[in-house]
């Protein structure tokens, strides 16, 4: 068997992803594709955090809009993650994986609260660790907390699996002369106001240095196609 590239891996999930053509809720086929490839990385001895973004039910900025003050907005976004944090993990563990559902706001009817040294442990024991509520604060994006959490588990790379193969100079829908970079720097990000993750986001692993792997989740095999170092998607690293 082929040895993985990544030992420890931080992969982001957008709530929209789970939802498939449906838009809005779950389509548990796809759920079940994503799982399955979270699955065989595990097999493979990878260490796997998770977090899930919370828009196939309610985005704080976007749906809240002008109708609801903005931090309330962005508590209920928060609860979304944990409804798609426990969706999946329901799914992981009907396909025999060990998974722990973590909160950065406490709620232990439901999830373990967030610890560092205790997600940290279970990743060395094997288990998914699936991270809920982003970061805990209001203002921030779950990319954010992705970037957060990788940097404080110390994971190797962040898989940021989007709606869209890779970054492009422009948005490839509206600009049919858009291109795909193979690989880009964090600067150029940021720079470009590249629409990867926000600038917070990039920010922050930039300064920690850990390089995200943006690929399209389309075919959730590409989980492990990333982890296993195929060339697929755009890499966001250094200069």
Same mark, same amino acid.
């Given at each position: ?26 389509? @548990? ?27 196939? @039910? ?81 203002? @921030? ?99």
């Amino acid at each position: 068997m082929a040895t993985p590239k990544y030992k420890r891996v931080l992969l982001k999930i957008s709530g929209e992803a789970l939802a498939g053509d449906k838009k809005r809720g779950y389509d @548990f086929d796809v759920v079940g594709s994503v799982c399955d490839a979270i699955k065989e990385c595990v097999k493979m001895g990878v260490q796997v955090g998770v977090v899930v973004g919370g828009g196939n @039910f309610w985005r704080g900025l976007k749906d809240g809009a002008e109708n609801m003050q903005r931090v309330r907005a962005d508590h209920m976004g928060m609860l979304a993650t944990v409804m798609n944090a426990l969706a999946v993990s329901d799914v992981l563990e009907q396909k025999g994986v060990d998974v722990r559902v973590q909160t950065a706001i406490e709620m232990r009817g439901v999830a373990e609260p967030y610890v560092r040294a205790e997600a940290v442990r279970h990743l060395e024991a094997g288990r998914v660790v699936i991270f809920g509520c982003g970061t805990g604060n209001p203002y @921030f994006s779950t990319d954010t907390a992705a970037a957060l959490r990788a940097v404080e588990i110390d994971a190797d790379v962040i898989l940021l699996a989007k709606n869209i193969d890779g970054v492009y100079s422009a948005d490839p829908l509206k600009d049919p002369a858009a291109v795909k970079y193979d690989r880009i720097s964090y600067e150029e990000v940021l720079a470009k106001r590249l629409q990867v993750m926000d600038s917070t986001a990039t920010s922050l692993s930039m300064d920690n240095n850990v390089p995200v792997l943006v690929f399209a989740l389309k075919d959730p095999q590409n989980i492990v196609r990333a982890v296993m170092g195929e060339t697929i998607g755009t890499v966001v690293g250094e200069q």
